[in-house]
């Protein structure tokens, strides 16, 4: 069974800047994986942020970016605000049937 | 504006079945790829499958946890996705998320699905 991986936790200061990443245990994270990403606030619905690796959806804060960091996707927060506090899943879609698969999710606090 | 409005949810017995529904609007449904996605209580996400759109042959994929037991399709005349879950585990309590695309772009609210004796 195919396991992606995040950073169980990451604790920010306010106007900081966080990279979360996002690795698969299949080798090495390239755009074929069309990385997603997704901000989740308690007892709320997932928001999509980032898709097809850099690609913002119209509602992203400029502050949210995505890119490929040694092997891994990855996701940067630069100028962190105190309403990024949340959990941040990625998904990657392996194989040639594109089959997804959530990451284990990072919980970021902005301490 | 898009709407996704999941329903179909409720408790349901180990060895159980359940059909969801997810009523979609405010984007074109038919050429859209739709994806189930579940979320167990206190975890994290977790991708159940997709259905291709008609015009790319309607094809579905699953994850492993569920093939065999469970099956997506979609009536595009209605707007409207399905998940048949037969052979219900405890494993798949979970709030169950319709949303399009390989984007994810749009969610609704869920529904919830308790399998439990």
């Known amino acids: 069974q195919t396991v992606v991986t995040q950073e169980p936790s990451l604790t920010v200061s306010p106007g900081g800047t966080v990279t979360l990443t996002c690795a698969s245990s299949?080798?090495?994270?390239?755009?074929?994986?069309?990385p997603n990403w997704l901000q989740q606030k308690p007892g709320q619905v997932p928001r999509a942020l980032i898709y097809?690796?850099?690609n913002k959806h119209s509602w992203t804060p400029a502050r949210f970016s995505g890119s490929l960091l040694g092997g891994k996707a990855a996701l940067t927060v630069s100028g962190v605000q105190p309403e990024d506090e949340a959990e941040y899943y990625c998904?990657?879609?392996?194989?040639?049937?594109?089959?997804?698969?959530f990451g284990t999710g990072t919980k970021v606090t902005v301490l | 504006e898009v709407q996704l409005v999941e329903s179909g949810g409720g408790l349901v017995k180990p060895g159980g079945s359940l059909r969801l529904s997810c009523a979609a609007s405010?984007?074109?449904?038919?050429?859209?790829?739709m994806n189930w996605v579940r979320q167990a209580p206190g975890k994290g996400l977790e991708w159940v499958g997709r259905?291709?759109?008609?015009?790319?042959?309607?094809?579905?994929e699953y994850t492993a946890p569920v093939k065999g037991r469970f099956t997506i399709s979609r009536d595009d005349s209605k707007d409207t996705l399905y998940l048949q879950m037969n052979s219900l585990k405890t494993e798949d309590t979970a709030v169950y998320y319709c949303?399009?695309?390989?984007?994810?772009?749009?969610w609704g609210q869920g529904s919830l699905v308790t399998v439990s004796s």
């Open positions: 998904l990657l879609y392996h194989g040639a049937a594109q089959v997804g698969v």
């Open positions: 299949t080798g090495a994270v390239t755009s074929d994986f069309y």
């Open positions: 259905i291709k759109s008609k015009r790319d042959a309607g094809a579905t």
């Open positions: 949303t399009p695309d390989r984007a994810l772009s749009y």
């Open positions: 097809s690796t850099s």
């Open positions: 405010g984007f074109t449904f038919s050429n859209a790829w």
